[in-house]
């Protein structure tokens, strides 16, 4: 394959995965519960940034790191609130996946809406 064949072939790639990219997957929610005792372990998205997180919860408290978090020695403090977290990064990434489309779907519904305004003010015209 020359380099254009090439070019073309990695174009072509990634034409399929944006065509890919648009569905819906299914919600998926922590399965882990905020703990009533103790300290659980997991982790967590930031939607925002797109990447996951180890986290830990307590009872009033949870805290997300780059590193896994221990009870004694972190450094990155604890946030006010218990939360449900996730039990491996893979259940993290497809929930942020969901939580991501969501956020598009929004976008382009409202992009839609004032598509079909602009739209009918032209025909009233």
Known sequence: MNKSEREAF???QDDLRIARALRFTEKIKPDIPA???GTTRGFLFNAYSSQIQYAASRTVSHATSYAPIKDTGFGGGWTQGGRAIYSSKLLAFKAMRYEVELECA???AGIDK????EIAALNQE
Do not use: G, S, V, Y
């Open 106 to 108: 929004k976008k382009l």
């Open 114 to 117: 004032q598509i079909e305004q």
């Open 10 to 12: 990695e174009k072509l």
């Open 35 to 37: 703990p009533k005792d």
